[in-house]
């Protein structure tokens, strides 16, 4: 799953030269789901950057406890949480890494999951208005999990959908086919992410110093070795 995300200072110009940031992006050591979120959504056909609660909130939502961080993939069209922000109001959320535990026997090991060049990611997610008076965003959002690849299984069975830079305008835009929106839900490619163990401070959200992602072990990545 996804309970935690790395954030530091992005150049998103490389996947979307026309970016309007209509807010500076949220930056974070250990952000927790239930707080601020920079996410990237269309509007009038341009990707604009804005900030909105992690933790989707449909209308209907009474108790904010329950606004569900992350969706997975294979439920986007049957749960009616989430089948009309799939159809329409699918967004993007840029982040340098998702923290992961791996259960050890007497405790769970922090790891971050970064690309092996240390690049941006921008991950799946879906958008809509907030609809109540509990937090000052007008917009929430989740992000949508897909399988591990067998490089990270040993970490955790469910990670972010990563969507690459090609397709993310065809991923925002609500003119793209749910079927072929659906195609982009992808386990990421072995080659493409690494991890690394973390210190036991990000187990707690109040830690924000950048330390928390600091490598305290070598990071764990694909090679061409493992493919014979």
Known sequence: ???????????LSPALPDLVSETPLMTS????????????RLDRGRPHLVTAFWGLTPPWLKVLD???????????SSRPMFQEAFA??????????????KPQPRFKQPFLVT????????????????????????????????????LLAPLTD????????????AWLDPATPQEEARHLLVTAPLEL??????????NDPSHQDWACGHPTGP??????AQET
């Open 158 to 169: 469910r990670l972010p959908a990563i969507i690459d830079n090609v397709s993310a305008k």
């Open 29 to 40: 050591a250990n952000q927790a789901p239930r707080s601020p979120l920079s996410i990237i």
């Open 115 to 150: 690309r092996v060049d240390r690049g941006p990611l921008l991950l799946a997610g879906l958008w809509c208005r907030y609809h109540t008076t509990l937090t000052e965003h007008n917009d929430s959002t989740a992000l949508i999990t897909v399988d591990t690849n067998a």
């Open 219 to 224: 990071m764990l990545r694909w090679n061409t």
């Open 66 to 76: 329950h606004a569900p961080h992350c969706a997975r993939a294979e439920g986007l």
């Open 193 to 202: 992410l690494g991890a690394f163990p973390v210190s036991r401070r990000v």
């Open 88 to 101: 329409a109001r699918r967004c993007l959320i840029p982040v340098s890494g998702i923290y992961v535990w």
């Open 1 to 11: 799953m996804a309970g935690r995300l790395y954030i530091a200072p992005l150049d």
